[in-house]
């Protein structure tokens, strides 16, 4: 049973594809979702990853209301690639939803069938299923 869903968003429109299918699962299995988003302090001030994370997070949680789900936001100054093996344990999430990759490469001429550094690393670290969006 999926009782609670993560969902990691940068805020890119791969993000927010993997964010309305997350919201679907969640509302057809009427499951509580942990919206993370993780900034890296050598790449981003405190203030600026706040302000962004918080932004991106409302997001979710607006839209979140729209299928009467609860969203629990979660914003952590780290590594993405590194630390979110401790995201994972700390919210014991039942599924992760992911986009294949992120900002990165919606700037860049990637084929977008790559996956990304934080999508590869989730899928090596997971103990629960993983999703990854298109």
Do not use: W
Not at 81 to 95: A, E, G, H, S, Y
Request: glycine share 6%.
């Amino acid at each position: 049973m999926i009782k609670k869903i993560l969902i990691a968003s940068d805020g890119s429109s791969s993000a927010d594809k993997a964010v309305d299918l997350a919201l679907n699962i969640a509302s057809k299995y009427n499951a509580k979702v942990a919206a993370l988003y993780i900034f890296d302090p050598m790449e981003m001030s405190y203030d600026e990853g706040d302000e962004e994370g918080g932004a991106v997070l409302d997001k979710i949680t607006s839209k979140g209301k729209e299928f009467n789900i609860t969203v629990i936001e979660h914003i952590i100054s780290a590594n993405p690639i590194n630390d979110f093996k401790v995201m994972i344990c700390k919210i014991q999430p039942d599924l992760i939803v992911i986009a294949n990759h992120g900002k990165t490469y919606d700037m860049k001429p990637y084929n977008d069938s790559r996956l990304g550094s934080v999508a590869q690393k989730v899928l090596e670290v997971s103990n629960v299923p993983v999703i990854i969006s298109k």
